[in-house]
């Protein structure tokens, strides 16, 4: 696959009833049966798209109950959590498919064997694939700002009378501007990748596909000793894309007491090493820096272990999992070059 | 969505196609417009079709370009190393005011349509005009008239990257003059494409 999949609806031609159909990114629709070329006009200046809700609430419960017996979560929280209600939406995104390309230049730098420093010139040309995911809206405390659109989506064309929404508050042209920005950006930051030090860079977006994409999640909201928390979960994937949860509090007081313990051991045994003479005081280096560490880290997980947070949330609390990043490059089909 | 039927702005007539292309022909009167995106409808446009200079015996087929007339202006350049490079291959510099051609037609394969846009817009050849695609077939043109002014660019800065010397800066102004379409001719053989000129 050589270019990014297109979501494709299919409409009725208004002439013989054909089937026409719509390719994402294309402003034109041919109907299969009488050849009629029509314009595609969409409402707000882009082609909007839904996508089929593929997941059963059963199976966004199910799966919800699998997310909290994981991790870092509290004890027996899968079993003792009250699920308060559970219910589907849609979230509007604008969606950006678009080619980068950027050209970048600089210099590698290292050392030779003298110990004096050496430039070698580089020139990066970066021609690839990106797409832009951005919430068109106000997702309020749900922790979703992007997504990743499997291969297996249904798309459809988008009726707002069938489907639970929240209203759009990024404009079209805004987020026209964000995605190119961000695309641009991105092609710049690949060139960057292979050189020490930029002298040059200049980028240029080449869109291809503009849409307003309609999104399915389950969001499941539920109780847990009296305090409320909550999870989406992704409509077609099945996948946990947001959460919060309650910490576990054993393993709060495990680091505060295990990791104070073993960090406070290890500095002991350092400045022992540092008064027993100069000949040992070098072992104790390494296990000040281990217990610094230690230390620190321990003391991460007891301040905020007592709640963990998945996807985009924001708030204290342990971060668990992998966040969905505004742009994606389309690995195949670049056409880079290095020098 | 809403779907608008296109029609031909010269007689009036439905627009039919089996393919999308943006330079549509109307199947009544012949005329060939541009579909531009954001008016969303078909505008007159003028296009000049090039006759074959090389002959070949694989099927022959038109080529849309944007041709775009601009001038790179290079306010200041540093280039490290590949002097010696540029002087044996008499490099040639791609400044001042001339045609770049950039292929609007994504089915040409970039291995082929890159290495075309460079060599037009180097040799700035003399393409001599004929009426009609005499038998041949026009690809599609799928690139918009607004992106062929920063592919010219693009085009520019690769050319500063690919001859000897590595750059390392470049302070320059692309000014776009005017942007036009041009069929050139080619030879497709399997997946192998050879322009014609």
Excluded at chain 1, 65 to 90: C, V
Excluded at chain 1, 146 to 157: E, L
Excluded at chain 2, 152 to 157: C, K, N, Y
């Amino acid at each position: 696959m050589s270019e990014t999949t297109k979501l494709l609806v299919t409409m009725t031609c208004p002439y013989c009833g054909g089937q026409v159909l719509c390719e994402e990114g294309e402003s034109l629709a041919i109907c299969t049966y009488c050849d009629s070329v029509f314009s595609l006009d969409a409402e707000e200046g882009a082609a909007q798209v839904m996508y089929k809700l593929a997941v059963t609430k059963d199976k966004a419960e199910k799966t919800v109950r699998g997310w909290m017996a994981n991790g870092r979560k509290a004890e027996n929280l899968s079993k003792d959590a009250e699920i308060a209600e559970i219910y589907p939406i849609y979230l509007p995104f604008w969606r950006l498919i678009a080619r980068g390309k950027a050209c970048v230049c600089g210099y590698d730098e290292d050392k030779d064997k003298d110990g004096h420093t050496r430039k070698t010139p580089r020139e990066v040309l970066i021609n690839r694939e990106y797409v832009y995911n951005d919430i068109a809206c106000n997702p309020g405390d749900l922790g979703i700002n992007s997504i990743r659109i499997p291969n297996n989506a249904q798309a459809v064309s988008f009726d707002d009378g069938e489907i639970a929404t929240f209203t759009s508050t990024l404009s079209k042209d805004d987020s026209y501007r964000s995605g190119c920005e961000a695309i641009i950006a991105e092609a710049i930051h690949d060139g960057k990748q292979s050189i020490d030090k930029i002298t040059f860079s200049k980028g240029f977006c080449f869109p291809k596909g503009f849409t307003k994409v309609y999104y399915p999640f389950w969001i499941v909201r539920y109780t847990y000793q009296d305090r409320s928390y909550f999870a989406t979960v992704d409509g077609i994937t099945e996948e946990i894309v947001s959460g919060r949860a309650p910490g576990n509090v054993k393993r709060q007081g495990l680091y505060a007491g295990g990791g104070g313990t073993i960090a406070g051991s290890m500095a002991g045994i350092g400045i022992g090493f540092v008064s027993m003479g100069e000949e040992t005081a070098g072992f104790a280096i390494p296990l000040l820096f281990v217990a610094a560490i230690l230390i620190w880290y321990s003391y991460q997980q007891f301040r905020y272990g007592d709640e963990v947070l998945q996807g985009s949330l924001k708030g204290s609390g342990i971060q668990e999992g992998a966040k969905i990043g505004k742009v994606d490059t389309v690995v195949t089909g670049t056409h880079d070059y290095f020098s | 969505m809403i779907l608008k039927e296109l029609k031909c702005p010269g007689c009036g007539a439905p627009i039919k196609s089996k393919t999308r292309d943006m330079m549509m022909q109307c199947s009544h009167c012949g005329k060939i417009h541009l579909y531009t995106k954001s008016a969303k409808g078909l505008n007159d446009v003028s296009y000049q079709i090039v006759g074959a200079s090389k002959e070949g015996k694989d099927e022959l087929i038109y080529v849309p370009f944007w041709v775009v007339h601009a001038e790179p202006v290079v306010r200041k350049e540093k280039i490290s190393g590949g002097r010696i490079g540029r002087f044996i291959k008499d490099q040639r510099q791609m400044r001042g005011m001339r045609d770049f051609y950039v292929c609007a037609a994504s089915e040409i394969p970039e291995e082929f349509s890159r290495v075309w846009n460079m060599d037009l817009t180097l040799d700035q050849p003399e393409l001599f005009e004929i009426s009609d695609f005499r038998g041949g077939k026009r690809a599609l043109m799928t690139m918009e008239k607004e992106t062929a002014g920063d592919n010219a660019e693009f085009l520019f800065l690769r050319y500063e990257t690919e001859i000897p010397g590595t750059l390392q800066d470049l302070d320059y102004d692309f000014t776009i003059k005017t942007t036009r379409v041009i069929y050139i001719p080619a030879y497709k053989s399997g997946k192998k494409f050879t322009i014609g000129v």
